[in-house]
T-cell receptor, first 114, second 111 residues
């Protein structure tokens, strides 16, 4: 089945550690996105990538890094520089970088800093 | 800038009640408008969308009409079920690099 997978579903991190969240899609989509969701708030864009080997900062990129070495993969690293990383992280993809079609979301990863 | 404002929750209804969740937007030009639904512990699922003025999106008994004159995209359902309990997000998009979400409205439907 085509879709977006994120792993792990739950992730715990000690302060000062970097952690990497996985996002994979087999939809052959060009564009991929990372959002952060906090309780009672909408989604905020962290990073997006329109094409392999290229990515752009979103509204809240500080303390995060990404890579896009393969079309189907867009991992997000939450670095120790991110002061308040506890949140629900959602990955999404869309068919075409110029499209106005919808974005398709993965199931999310809940990150908790201990 | 582009933004979405939706009705604050939580909203609690009895089964078979009528649902309205208000959504208004601020944007230049004519964005596409979306409603997404999020069930507990899951990602967002597209519920419906409309890409131009006067379009009506519909799915699973939910409807929303793109009203340019009132810059609104209110979500409605005539008879809610317990299984509709979720968080609903209104969103607008000009292109895939600029998608804006509302804060979400939590709906609880009681038997």
């Amino acid at each position: 089945d085509g879709g977006i997978t994120q792993s792990p579903k739950y992730l715990f991190r000690k302060e000062g550690q970097n952690v990497t969240l996985s996002c994979e899609q087999n939809l052959n989509h060009d564009a991929m996105y990372w959002y952060r969701q906090d309780p009672g708030q909408g989604l905020r864009l962290i990073y997006y990538s329109q094409i392999v080997n290229d990515f752009q900062k979103g509204d809240i990129a500080e303390g995060y890094s990404v890579s896009r070495e393969k079309k189907e993969s867009f991992p997000l690293t939450v670095t120790s520089a991110q002061k308040n990383p506890t949140a629900f992280y959602l990955c999404a993809s869309s068919p075409d970088r110029d499209s106005t079609d919808t974005q398709y979301f993965g199931p999310g990863t809940r990150l908790t800093v201990l | 800038g582009n933004s979405v404002t939706q009705m604050e929750g939580p909203v609690t209804l009895s089964e078979e009640a009528f649902l309205t969740i208000n959504c208004t937007y601020t944007a230049t030009g004519y964005p596409s408008l979306f409603w997404y639904v999020q069930y507990p512990g899951e990602g967002l699922q597209l519920l419906l969308k409309a890409t131009k003025a006067d379009d009506k999106g519909s799915n699973k008994g939910f409807e929303a009409t793109y009203r340019k004159e009132t810059t609104s995209f209110h979500l409605e359902k005539g008879s809610v079920q317990v299984s509709d309990s979720a968080v609903y997000f209104c969103a607008l998009m000009y292109n895939n690099n600029d998608m804006r979400f509302g804060a979400g409205t939590r709906l609880t439907v009681k038997p």
